[in-house]
């Protein structure tokens, strides 16, 4: 399942993942992911990220990690960091989804609508997940991408046209 981490925070194991919904319930993830990253969160950030991604269950395990000191903390810091980028990115760790900040979940699940998807298919997708899908749908329905002739088209344009 794409984007789907299993933290390991105090010898328990849990299951995290960043589908659409999560993603817009975090604000500012840009700015979440380089604090968690980069040491330099908060305990609120760390909540926030383990509460919208963490699959399945009552969430016991965010106390767990919270009474485990410092040390708990900072692993569960940098799981949530990998939950994030996780949900962003490719299967290779290439960063995939863009987009406008302006977008909300409303604008998500109408374009999800369009191109034949329930909301509750949506909400099990990754940022990344959905984007491939909107591609798809564009490309199935004649949008090409900006790309350069190759030799052949060009040999033939020149040959038409001289």
Same mark, same amino acid.
Do not use: N, Y
């Given at each position: 399942m794409h984007g789907l981490i299993i933290a =390991?925070?105090? %010898?328990? @194991?849990y299951a995290l993942r960043m589908t659409l919904p999560a993603y817009f319930t975090l604000p500012d993830v840009g700015a979440l992911l380089r604090r968690l990253a980069g040491g330099t969160f908060?305990?609120?950030?760390? @909540?926030?990220?383990? @509460? /919208?991604? &963490?699959?399945? %269950?009552?969430? /016991? %395990?965010?106390e767990a990690v919270e009474a485990a000191g410092l040390a708990g903390l900072r692993?569960? /810091?940098l799981w949530a960091a990998m939950a994030i980028s996780a949900?962003?990115?490719?299967?290779? %760790?290439? &960063?995939e989804p863009g987009g406008d900040d302006d977008t909300d979940l409303a604008d998500i699940y109408q374009t999800g609508f369009a191109i034949g998807l329930k909301p509750r298919e949506v909400d099990q997708? =990754?940022?990344?997940?959905?984007a491939q899908c909107v591609k798809g749908w564009a490309m199935l329905h004649g949008e090409q991408k900006d790309e350069a002739p190759g030799q052949d088209e060009l040999a033939e344009l020149f040959g038409r046209y001289g």
């Open positions: =390991t925070v105090g %010898g328990e @194991r908060t305990m609120e950030d760390v @909540r926030s990220v383990w @509460r /919208a991604c &963490h699959q399945g %269950g009552p969430l /016991a %395990g965010l692993e569960a /810091a949900g962003l990115t490719d299967p290779d %760790g290439k &960063h997708m =990754t940022p990344w997940e959905f």
